[in-house]
Nanobody
Framework: QVQLVESGGGLVQPGGSLRLSCAASGFTFSSNAMRWYRRPPDKGREFVAVITDAGTTNYADSVKGRFTVSRDNAKNTVYLQMNTLKPEDTAVYYC?????????WGQGTQVTVSS
């Protein structure tokens, strides 16, 4: 079965960096686009970034220039490098893939940006 497991979250000061990882299993990882979403406190889930199977990337305007999504198909893992973090980046971060019309989600990892 499809499994997505995020890691790498934590507490970081404004201006700091974190790298999130999402380990995938149960499907042909290299053939799937992978997405990152986040859910800030008391808000709905929002799109952060996507990387296609071909390696094309796209970002939400709020993170463009600060976040970088990448993938390692040999490790079945997608990454989200987050630099110049701001308090408004505080959220639970989820990775996601869509297959045959069904969305699959990980359990999420908490990122808190605070001094």
């Amino acid at each position: 079965q499809v499994q997505l497991v995020e890691s790498g979250g934590g507490l970081v000061q404004p201006g700091g960096s974190l790298r999130l990882s999402c380990a995938a299993s149960g499907f042909t990882f290299s053939s799937n686009a992978m997405r990152w979403y986040r859910r800030p406190p008391d808000k709905g889930r929002e799109f952060v970034a996507v990387i296609t199977d071909a390696g094309t990337t796209n970002y939400a305007d709020s993170v463009k220039g600060r976040f970088t999504v990448s993938r390692d198909n040999a490790k079945n893992t997608v990454y989200l490098q987050m630099n110049t973090l701001k308090p408004e980046d505080t959220a639970v971060y989820y990775c996601n893939t869509l297959m045959r019309g069904s969305n699959y989600w990980g359990q999420g990892t908490q990122v808190t940006v605070s001094s």
